[in-house]
């Protein structure tokens, strides 16, 4: 028996009319306007795909590359679908592809006024027409809502997706198009990281003492003031708000647009910053002076905020493996930090963590991975004794049987459908549900059988882990090379914590190290 498939998704125009109206769901409609027409034509639906995300290309719509892998399979007759352009709106490569994935496999398209046979040559070229053209409407479109953006950003109003830190975006009153609101406690640390930027942090002497990024983040984390991602604050979060015209009162536009290049075959996309980025005077309330805003503008236009070049060799061993248990920053070497040898120290200013000699770290945690090993020699050794099948491979072998059975009864609904016994509508809705069991049933396996698999690797890195240790613990002091032996402890270990609070030449040291060998938890 022919099965058949269903794919929904939403256009710009269905969007649109549910917010004006608000009285329907277009998925909702779309879903039984195509069941109906299953119904009358008597065809068996096993897969319903529902795009519920917004995507011009198919690398940006993920059940529609569900809907093309299992098309290639040539296991369905057909794709019921309310409209060509449902399909393929995207560049002329996304027509081609949806084109002749349904040509090879012999799929068809079904649309409720028109039925598209692949092996047709006449339908193909219809088809292919319409894709053609809807690309050219969707293009026709996007350049509408261009030109409706750039009108409303001439008018100050906000155009952007999400508000910026200390406002929340708004509905503009009996009129179209959005702006913002300002939120009086957020707004109070953007004011206060302009001042502290611009004029420095109180003395006790009453002087004014400079301050930069990374001194404002320390300074609100340890306060206990979420970023705007609700994490801690970095320095970079402090320049992007420092940078923004926003607060100000002015509106921007296309400062990290959208930017595609071909990278060994493949689309790669990346949002660079646009020095060139339209500013207008927006009609949002400004959260701090323009001049105030100036000001900052030019400090940190004179201050260097260049990445460090990432060809730069490598002189810690420890680089990217140990975190500061306060802070959670990796460690840094300080290179003449004593007279013994370089330090290990947190970068984040004012930090309680207190720094170590970096021979002293490294042979902490060699003796902390000899110890280790021996725990783990135990619990692999006892594990390995065991190795007999689980309760997942005898779920796996029952959930497999239930498939058996399911696709058994499914094929019993077409005998009572012939002989009269189920009409067409009854075989239409227990088929949706027995569709829905095969469905979870497929889903479990899928489960269950990357259970099994997820294990087995962690099996297969249980007996490579014992000797890929011994070999650290044997080779790193004969390394001379801190990328080497940087590359040799990234082998073995997903990372160490670093935990100390006390410390020096005549005090107790109180270190800490907590490694994270590179093991699965099975």
Not at 84 to 104: C, H, I
Not at 434 to 456: C, F, M, P, T
Request: hydrophobic letters at 35%.
């Amino acid at each position: 028996m022919e099965q058949y498939l269903i794919y929904l998704r939403k256009s710009r125009k269905d969007r649109d009319m549910e917010e004006q109206t608000g009285q329907f769901d277009t998925l909702d409609r779309h879903r039984r306007r195509l069941l109906a027409l299953a119904e009358e034509k008597g065809l068996t639906i096993t897969g319903i795909f529902e795009e519920v995300v917004s995507g011009d290309t198919i690398a940006e719509r993920p059940e529609m590359q569900k809907l093309l892998s299992a098309v290639e399979t040539g296991e369905y007759a057909g794709v019921l679908v309310m409209e060509v352009p449902r399909l393929a709106r995207g560049n002329t490569r996304d027509q081609g592809t949806v084109s002749e994935t349904f040509q090879y496999s012999g799929t068809k398209i079904i649309t409720p006024d028109k039925v598209y046979d692949p092996s047709d040559e006449a339908d193909e070229e219809y088809f292919e027409f319409g894709l053609f053209m809807s690309r050219r409407e969707y293009k026709a479109i996007n350049k509408r809502l261009q030109r409706g953006r750039m009108a409303s950003l001439e008018e100050g109003k906000y155009i952007g997706g999400a508000a910026p830190y200390g406002y929340r975006k708004v509905k503009i009153a009996h009129a179209k198009g959005y702006t913002l609101e300002i939120i009086p406690e957020t707004a109070d640390v953007v004011r206060e990281i302009f001042q502290l930027y611009t004029k420095g942090e109180p003395q006790a002497d009453g002087t004014l003492a400079p301050i930069g990024s990374y001194g404002i983040a320390n300074l609100l984390n340890s306060r206990g003031i979420p970023s705007p991602g609700g994490i801690k604050w970095a320095a970079c979060s402090v320049r992007d708000i420092i940078k923004n015209p926003t607060y100000a009162g002015f509106v921007r536009w296309a400062y990290r647009p959208q930017t595609k290049r071909m990278v060994d075959g493949k689309i790669e996309t990346t949002f660079p910053v646009n020095a060139n980025a339209i500013v207008k005077k927006g009609v949002h309330a400004a959260i701090i002076a323009p001049e105030l805003w100036n000001k900052a503008d030019e400090i940190i236009k004179c201050r260097s905020h260049a990445p460090v070049p990432s060809s730069k060799q490598i002189s810690n061993p420890l680089a990217g493996i140990v975190y500061c248990s306060v802070c959670g920053r990796s460690m840094l070497q300080i290179p003449h930090g004593s007279k013994s040898g370089p330090m290990l120290m947190c970068p984040t200013a004012k930090c309680a963590t207190v720094g170590s000699r970096l021979d002293v770290v490294e042979s902490g945690i060699l003796d902390s991975l000899g110890n280790w090993l021996k725990s783990y020699r135990v619990q692999a050794g006892s594990k390995m004794e065991e190795d007999k099948p689980d309760d997942t491979e005898k779920a796996l072998k029952a959930a497999r049987r239930d498939l058996q059975q399911l696709h058994a009864q499914k094929n019993k609904l077409y005998d009572l459908l012939e002989s009269g016994v189920y009409t067409q509508e009854i075989f239409l809705t227990r088929s949706r549900v027995l569709a829905g069991r095969i469905s979870d049933a497929e889903k479990a396996i899928a489960n269950l059988e990357d259970h099994v698999k997820q294990k087995s690797l962690a099996e297969n890195t249980r007996k490579q882990m014992i000797p890929r240790v011994q070999n650290v613990l044997k080779v790193y002091s004969t390394l001379n090379d801190p990328a080497e032996q940087n590359a040799l402890l990234r082998s073995v270990l997903d990372r160490v914590v670093y935990a100390k609070s006390v410390g020096g030449r005549y005090v107790q040291s109180d270190l800490q190290l907590f490694i994270f060998p590179k093991i699965s938890p099975f």
